[in-house]
């Protein structure tokens, strides 16, 4: 089993790593509104005075959601090596579904407020 934990904490990792590299455009500014990259509503790419510090904003959330991702595949790691197969399946789903949710949650929020 030690072998599947290596592979979930791996993949969850990847994503972490995915989402924190995407993360620092938007954080720095460097993404222009357009409709493929970014936090993108009608709202956000209706003005650039809305859409640059709405992703400044995202890119920070993001980060913080794949640090809080890396902290999780390590605890994988350290710590449940040796569980059932099942349940691994639904810790593995929950480390790596969960935070991405929240994310959008945060999101949700913030658009609600500008």
Not at 2 to 12: E, K, N
Not at 14 to 38: D, R
Not at 52 to 59: E, I, L, Q, V
Not at 92 to 111: D, I, K, N, R
């Given at each position: 089993m030690h072998g599947?934990?290596?592979?979930l904490?791996?993949s969850?990792?990847?994503?972490a790593?995915?989402?924190?590299g995407?993360s620092?455009p938007?954080?720095?500014?460097?993404?222009?509104?357009?409709?493929?990259?970014?936090?993108?509503?009608?709202?956000?790419?209706?003005?650039p005075s809305?859409?640059?510090?709405?992703n400044?904003?995202a890119?920070?959330?993001?980060?913080?959601?794949?640090?809080?991702?890396i902290?999780l595949a390590?605890?994988l790691?350290?710590r449940?090596t040796?569980?059932d197969?099942?349940?691994l399946?639904v810790?593995g789903l929950?480390?790596?579904?969960v935070?991405?949710l929240v994310?959008?949650?945060?999101?949700f929020?913030?658009?609600?407020?500008?």
């Amino acid at each position: 089993m030690h072998g599947a934990v290596i592979i979930l904490a791996a993949s969850i990792f990847f994503m972490a790593a995915l989402m924190i590299g995407l993360s620092i455009p938007l954080l720095q500014g460097k993404v222009p509104p357009n409709g493929l990259y970014g936090f993108r509503t009608p709202k956000t790419l209706s003005d650039p005075s809305i859409w640059y510090p709405a992703n400044r904003f995202a890119g920070k959330a993001m980060i913080v959601v794949g640090a809080v991702m890396i902290l999780l595949a390590a605890l994988l790691l350290a710590r449940y090596t040796g569980l059932d197969p099942g349940t691994l399946t639904v810790l593995g789903l929950a480390f790596e579904a969960v935070p991405p949710l929240v994310l959008g949650l945060v999101l949700f929020l913030y658009h609600r407020n500008l």
